[in-house]
């Protein structure tokens, strides 16, 4: 293949920045330059990877897999060469994780700032989606791994459990059952209930577990994520049932936090990753740390 590692970070500023001008500022050469390099890459590889247009430059699908496996071999030469010149704490590169949002507020934040500490020339991105979401950005590539309660049936993907969290239930601290210590799910039923879609991963959880339940609290208001239920809950319109990790953490001025019971649910979170694939040096030292800080972690507390 007639192309070196030149072209190939040419590749990568153009397909992160979306212009020829700004990438070629962005690796210090001219643009006549540049441009001699991507198509030099697109000649040897006899397919084109970019549309242009006047104002912007996108990927062909062929681009952007290629773009994901360059950022790979990219990231990993990096590492490397660190690794080789004694300088591993200094490592560049880019790490993409996919998790629920429930879990980046409570547990994401703070792995990512440890890893940010040990690491900062390393990017981090973060793709705070659905479970169906998430389980997809890691099937297709787009994120190195994931962080999700789904997943742990697929064939191609290797679930790693880190931690179990119970639903609890959510209510204004002028809530009359704010003052229980515990309540059942027929219990949610006397008052307003807000529900998340069924669109969502949580939805079928419950609904397999509470199945054939008497008296199941019925939906007045339904939202599409744990964020919004939490501030309809802040606004004192009801009562919701969330996972215990989606809750703000004890001391909330307005929310407060019951376990429910008859019958008790849990679901289990784990790291996602596909196993035909390893992980770059970056990103499967994210990966561990997710698994040490696990150990400490407890739900709801």
Not at 86 to 115: D, H, L, Q
Not at 170 to 187: F, G, I, T
Not at 274 to 281: D, E, G, I, N, Q
Request: hydrophobic share 40%.
């Amino acid at each position: 293949m007639n192309f070196d590692i030149n072209d190939l970070i040419a590749f990568r500023a153009v397909a992160e920045l979306g212009n020829f001008r700004k990438a070629a500022e962005s690796i210090h050469i001219s643009q006549p330059a540049f441009s001699r390099r991507i198509e030099k890459l697109e000649n040897a590889l006899g397919t084109q990877l970019l549309e242009r247009t006047t104002r912007k430059v996108n990927l062909t699908s062929v681009g952007r897999e290629f773009d994901k496996q360059v950022r790979h071999i990219l990231d990993a030469l990096d590492a490397t060469l660190l690794n080789i010149r004694g300088v591993a704490a200094s490592r560049m590169g880019e790490v993409t994780i996919a998790s629920v949002p429930s879990a980046v507020n409570y547990f994401v934040s703070s792995v990512v700032k440890i890893f940010h500490q040990r690491y900062p020339k390393t990017r981090v991105r973060i793709i705070d989606d659905s479970a169906n979401q998430v389980l997809m950005a890691v099937q297709n590539g787009e994120a190195d791994f994931g962080l999700n309660f789904t997943g742990s049936q697929e064939n191609d993907i290797e679930f790693t459990p880190i931690l179990e969290e119970h639903f609890v239930a959510a209510c204004h601290k002028n809530h009359p059952l704010a003052q229980h210590k515990s309540v059942r799910w027929s219990d949610l039923s006397k008052y307003d209930y807000i529900s998340v879609s069924k669109v969502s991963g949580n939805r079928v959880l419950l609904d397999q577990a509470l199945a054939g339940l008497v008296n199941q609290p019925q939906s007045m208001f339904e939202t599409q994520h744990g964020t919004t239920m939490i501030g309809l809950v802040e606004a004192g319109l009801g009562v919701a049932a969330l996972p215990a990790m989606a809750m703000p953490k004890k001391g909330h001025p307005l929310l407060v936090s019951i376990p429910l019971l008859e019958p008790v649910v849990k679901r289990k979170m784990g790291l996602i990753k596909r196993r035909s694939v390893s992980l770059t040096p970056a990103a499967s030292e994210l990966y561990d740390l997710f698994v040490q800080s696990s150990k400490s972690m407890k739900p709801g507390q």
